[in-house]
């Protein structure tokens, strides 16, 4: 009994660890872990066993076939032009938005699919005229509604696929899943094409957005506050800053100014090129030369204090260029860091993007709250949006890598034009002989998907291992092999057969019906809190336990738990996908408690109906 207790003591205070989510979620579950280690109530081969549990291999191999999938750029190529053929037709991309991501999302994670579609979806909206923010929420959701199609589309799926193994009962196939990702994704269009018609909508959201979503420079500065911040200044003849490199001025630390790029004179015999400007990086090796113009950010006080110090020309302000000057390769554009970046809690001046990429950060919008003062030791979050600056070629670049980030507003002509590697291909037959191998039983699951990403490595559709090991999300990959041993304590203390025995004869006495529907609005409530996988593995033991109890099959009720798991969407946290789209579509908190609450209720009341005739009690 005493050590009931201390392990449910544990959960608790590591449910509201998840819940504050002020300590990383697979630092909770490792010490969680380790407290059950002391308190004796795992042992150590126990304790690790979730190290060297299958479904955690399988989701590695998963990680790195989706990588590969990615890298090869198979996936933007068919969703792409899947997409296109939307037009101008703003209920038919709607639709297409829903029914291409859930496909995508079938096959590959769903943080990894909003990042592949975002870009995409952002600039067929602008083709289209309608607002993106009608879009960018139902693509995270149909994101987490396509998990459901197959086995491998979401760790739940894989979590009471070994919860039912376990028990000795007969494994589920790999489209076991399809009935029920189909219903959920029906019930999602219909139940999120009148609530984005409604909530996401607004006529002053959707002229903001047609602005944003054209990216003219002019409508993203005025949208981040930023007009008033910069500036243009030349190099006179009897300036200080004349001849001088960057290092001896010490700009940003004497006058609190960033200095972004220097336009300079291109030198030609040729009378018709005399007044084309070069675009050049600052470095703090760069020398200064008489008539280099300077482009700042800073107060305009600080500015006008630096020209009249060092005998500067102050221009027009940076947009109000000469047609020399002005340049169509360079651009501005948004970059939202992805879930579980490496950039998160990087100060903005350690960051490296003018270095790698040659490009600035002007602002960062959280939560609708655009930050431009004092940027270099501002901290960055997952989740932020980050107004950035520099040449298309080097943005593009950006583009390319989508471990950390997604690229936002590059035009239109550029997001359509998708290269695709010639290991495409390649990529395309190794998936399909994956799922083959999976669905024909030829050899387990697990196997399958470890020869598939080994393939990936040998065939060069990732360059190399540590690309491999760059597409692995380790923070989910230590959580699920953490909690699965709480699963264990909670069983072998007691735990789990004491709440699913409350359950039993709280609920039982009305019937199976009445217990499904308990079981998954419990689970629906705890996702919103913690993470799905950590509530899957918590869960799919009591629903097993419920089920044996009250004499019925447990399958119904071990899908109600995934389902519950992967349809949270009342919270812009409860899933990354909803929150990797929440600064990119400019969303509050309330509107995904407007469109995502009805909508996780509606799918609740579906499943309990339509799971036990698709798997009867």
């Known amino acids: 009994m005493e050590q009931m207790v201390i392990t449910l003591i544990i959960l608790f205070l590591s449910a509201v660890f998840f819940m504050m989510g002020k300590i990383r979620s697979d630092l909770v579950a490792i010490t969680s872990l380790i407290l059950l280690l002391i308190f004796d109530i795992l042992t150590p081969t126990e304790a690790l066993s979730g190290f060297s549990n299958s479904v955690v291999i399988m989701m590695i191999g998963l990680f790195v076939v989706g990588g590969a999938i990615f890298q090869t750029g198979l996936a933007r190529m068919i969703s792409g032009k899947i997409m296109q053929l939307a037009g101008k037709n703003q209920f038919l991309l709607f639709i297409l938005v829903m029914l291409v991501t859930s496909f995508v999302g079938a096959f590959v994670s769903n943080t990894g699919t909003v990042a592949l579609m975002l870009p995409i979806v952002v600039s067929l909206a602008a083709g289209a005229g309608m607002s993106s923010s009608r879009l960018l929420m139902p693509l995270a959701f149909a994101s987490s509604m396509g998990g459901m199609m197959t086995l491998i ?57 047609k602005k944003s979503s054209r990216r003219a420079p002019q409508d993203l500065l005025r949208e981040y506050q930023l007009e008033q911040r910069l500036f243009r200044v030349q190099v006179s003849g009897n300036s200080e800053y004349k001849d001088k490199q960057l290092q001896e001025l010490n700009i940003p630390q004497k006058y609190g100014i960033s ?55 102050k221009l027009d302000t940076i947009y109000n260029t000469s047609a020399a000057e002005r340049s169509d390769n360079t651009g501005i554009a948004e970059v939202v860091l992805l879930h579980n970046s490496s950039l998160d809690n990087v100060a903005v001046r350690d960051c490296g993007f003018r270095k790698k990429f040659g490009v600035n950060i002007l602002g960062v919008q959280r939560n609708n709250v ?30 390319k890598e989508q471990n950390d980030w997604v690229v936002l507003g590059e035009p239109v002509e550029k997001v359509a034009k998708t290269t695709i590697d010639r290991k495409a291909p390649i990529a395309a037959a190794i998936m399909l002989a994956m799922i083959a191998a999976m669905v024909c039983e030829w050899v387990p699951a697990v196997v399958a998907v470890m020869i598939a990403a080994v393939l990936m490595i040998f065939t060069g559709c990732l360059r190399n291992v540590e690309d491999a090991y760059r597409t692995i ?33 709280g609920l039982g006495e009305y019937g199976p019906l009445a217990l499904l529907a308990g079981v998954y609005f419990t689970t629906s409530l705890m996702t919103m809190f913690i993470s799905n996988t950590a509530t899957a593995v918590l869960l799919a033991p009591i629903a097993m336990q419920s089920a044996i109890g009250l004499g019925v099959s447990p399958y119904p009720f071990l899908f109600a738990v995934t389902v519950a798991a992967s349809m949270c969407f009342a919270s812009p946290f409860s899933t990354p996908p909803n929150a990797l789209v929440m600064s990119a579509g400019k969303y509050t908190f309330m509107d995904y408690v407007k469109v995502g609450l009805p909508l996780q209720i509606a799918m609740g009341i579906v499943m309990v109906l339509v799971l036990p005739l698709l798997f009867p009690f």
């Open 259 to 313: 200095l972004l790029e220097i336009r300079r004179k291109v030198s030609t015999r040729r009378p018709f090129f005399n007044n084309i400007y070069d675009h050049i990086t600052a470095g703090p090796d760069t020398t200064l030369q008489e008539g280099d113009i300077l482009y700042l950010s800073g107060e305009g006080g600080q500015v006008a204090q630096m020209v009249a110090d060092n005998h500067l020309w």
């Open 370 to 399: 655009y930050h431009v003062h004092d940027l270099r030791d501002f901290r960055m979050h997952s989740g932020d949006a980050l107004l950035i600056q520099g040449a298309w070629s080097d943005i593009a670049r950006m583009s």
């Open 473 to 505: 999300n380790w923070q989910s990959i230590v959580l699920i092999a953490a909690m699965m041993p709480m699963s264990l304590a909670l069983e072998k203390t007691g735990a789990s057969e004491m709440v699913s025995t409350a359950l039993v004869s």
């Open 153 to 209: 589309g979401t760790p739940p799926n894989l979590v009471i696929q070994d919860t039912l193994v376990n028990a000795g009962y007969d494994s589920l196939s790999f489209f076991s899943f399809t009935p029920v990702g189909l219903v959920c994704v029906t019930v999602g269009i219909v139940v999120l094409i009148p609530l984005s018609k409604w909530f996401l909508s607004k006529k002053e959201r959707q002229n903001e957005e």
